[in-house]
């Protein structure tokens, strides 16, 4: 049997995986109702929140607490979702983007997301590891998050980093922090009148996705102003998403140290032939392909969102479940530092990017 053979078998759950994965289904359901009913009650004023931050803090409620009891039974499947349905929750991301976005913005948003995306990722890595002494793991988790999508980034990166369930529970929480910090604070400084003698409406909409941290939290940054700036920080920000596969690509080789027979320095050949590659993100490249040039229904396409929304949110409800606040206490506040720095950096740095590039 191939490779790719075992591969896709793999993506089946077996008969030992159904009890953990009917538990965090049943989880995660709840945890989607339950944001939507926040949603409703605070007249839309919560969608920052989104459905995987509750999915992990319920999640790590419940690990800390109830899951234990039970862990032997259930692991299997909460495993299974940790990974394969991990894996899936990325791939179909792409149904929620199309290249055509990328044109309705322009190659300044594209420029933008580049540079904050690279700036970011290689500055907290520096900071991280030299600076703060954060261990390597953590650090690369933190700075997927911050750089690219937030939670999701931070999931996806996961099997390539080989991290820990506690230390993708930290990054995540930094995500959730700062991300949350920055959805209020940026249409404040607008309104405040502090960002419009550098940026235009359209060039808040741009700053606004190439810099905070969350889908969600883009959503409510930008039509906090206008549902055009809305819709342009958006669209900015799936750039950013489509950007995490060649991120994957590149992060897995700088991973790989290669080895030669003599002891000699690694070749550039030796490493390439090593490098993990994460088809799941190129899996996810075709699919937003798919979704630009093949015709589908407003129902199918519909489907499929909530059914990757469904996805993530079961991966990060598995995440909560394996996660032990010891472990978290442990890390320290380090890594909320670190995240707090990268999230000046966004606020500043980012900015005075989009500023630059705004000019050109």
Same mark, same amino acid.
């Given at each position: 049997?191939?490779?790719?053979?075992?591969?896709?078998?793999?993506?089946?759950?077996?008969?030992?995986?159904? *009890?953990?994965?009917?538990?965090?289904?049943?989880?995660?359901?709840?945890?989607?109702?339950?944001?939507?009913?926040?949603?409703?009650?605070?007249?839309?004023?919560?969608?920052?929140?989104?459905?995987?931050?509750?999915?992990?803090?319920?999640?790590?409620?419940?690990?800390?607490?109830?899951?234990?009891?039970?862990?032997?039974?259930?692991?299997?499947?909460?495993?299974?979702?940790?990974?394969?349905?991990?894996?899936?929750?990325?791939?179909?991301?792409?149904?929620?983007?199309?290249?055509?976005?990328?044109?309705?913005?322009?190659?300044?948003?594209?420029?933008?997301?580049?540079?904050?995306?690279?700036?970011?990722?290689?500055?907290?890595?520096?900071?991280?590891?030299?600076?703060?002494?954060?261990?390597?793991?953590?650090?690369?988790?933190?700075?997927?998050?911050?750089?690219?999508?937030?939670?999701?980034?931070?999931?996806?990166?996961?099997?390539?980093?080989?991290?820990?369930?506690?230390?993708?529970?930290?990054? *995540?929480?930094?995500?959730?922090?700062?991300?949350?910090?920055?959805?209020?604070?940026?249409?404040?400084?607008?309104?405040?009148?502090?960002?419009?003698?550098?940026?235009?409406?359209?060039?808040?909409?741009?700053?606004?996705?190439?810099?905070?941290?969350?889908?969600?939290? *883009? *959503?409510?940054?930008?039509?906090?102003?206008?549902?055009?700036?809305?819709?342009?920080?958006?669209?900015?920000?799936?750039?950013?998403?489509?950007?995490?596969?060649?991120?994957?690509?590149?992060?897995?080789?700088?991973?790989?140290?290669?080895?030669?027979?003599?002891?000699?320095?690694?070749?550039?050949?030796?490493?390439?032939?090593?490098?993990?590659?994460?088809?799941?993100?190129?899996?996810?490249?075709?699919?937003?392909?798919?979704?630009?040039?093949?015709?589908?229904?407003?129902?199918?396409?519909?489907?499929?969102?909530?059914?990757?929304?469904?996805?993530?949110?079961?991966?990060?409800?598995?995440?909560?479940?394996?996660?032990?606040?010891?472990?978290?206490?442990?890390?320290?506040?380090?890594?909320?530092?670190?995240?707090?720095?990268?999230?000046?950096?966004?606020?500043?740095?980012?900015?005075?990017?989009?500023?630059?590039?705004?000019?050109?």
């Amino acid at each position: 049997m191939s490779a790719f053979s075992q591969s896709l078998i793999s993506y089946f759950p077996r008969k030992q995986h159904l *009890v953990g994965l009917m538990v965090v289904l049943v989880g995660s359901v709840f945890c989607l109702w339950l944001n939507n009913s926040l949603d409703s009650w605070s007249n839309g004023r919560l969608i920052g929140l989104s459905s995987l931050t509750l999915a992990i803090l319920i999640g790590i409620l419940l690990g800390n607490t109830i899951y234990p009891k039970f862990s032997e039974g259930l692991e299997d499947g909460v495993n299974f979702a940790k990974g394969q349905i991990l894996r899936l929750a990325i791939m179909f991301y792409g149904f929620k983007l199309t290249f055509t976005q990328v044109a309705s913005v322009g190659m300044p948003a594209v420029i933008s997301d580049a540079l904050v995306l690279t700036s970011t990722f290689l500055l907290t890595y520096w900071i991280g590891t030299k600076w703060l002494k954060v261990d390597k793991k953590t650090t690369l988790l933190i700075g997927s998050g911050a750089s690219i999508c937030g939670a999701a980034a931070v999931i996806a990166a996961e099997p390539v980093v080989k991290a820990e369930a506690h230390k993708v529970t930290i990054a *995540v929480a930094t995500v959730v922090v700062f991300g949350t910090i920055a959805m209020l604070l940026y249409p404040f400084l607008y309104h405040l009148g502090w960002l419009q003698p550098w940026l235009s409406p359209q060039d808040y909409g741009v700053y606004t996705g190439s810099t905070v941290h969350e889908v969600a939290q *883009v *959503v409510v940054a930008g039509n906090a102003i206008s549902s055009d700036v809305g819709d342009t920080a958006v669209v900015t920000k799936m750039i950013r998403v489509m950007m995490l596969a060649p991120f994957l690509l590149i992060l897995s080789f700088a991973l790989t140290q290669g080895s030669s027979e003599n002891g000699d320095k690694p070749t550039l050949l030796s490493r390439i032939q090593q490098v993990k590659v994460p088809w799941f993100a190129f899996i996810f490249i075709a699919i937003v392909l798919l979704h630009t040039w093949l015709p589908m229904s407003n129902s199918f396409e519909n489907t499929m969102v909530r059914l990757d929304d469904l996805l993530l949110t079961m991966a990060m409800f598995s995440l909560g479940l394996t996660t032990h606040l010891s472990a978290i206490k442990q890390a320290g506040i380090k890594p909320l530092i670190l995240g707090a720095i990268m999230f000046g950096w966004l606020l500043l740095g980012g900015g005075l990017i989009n500023v630059g590039i705004s000019f050109i």
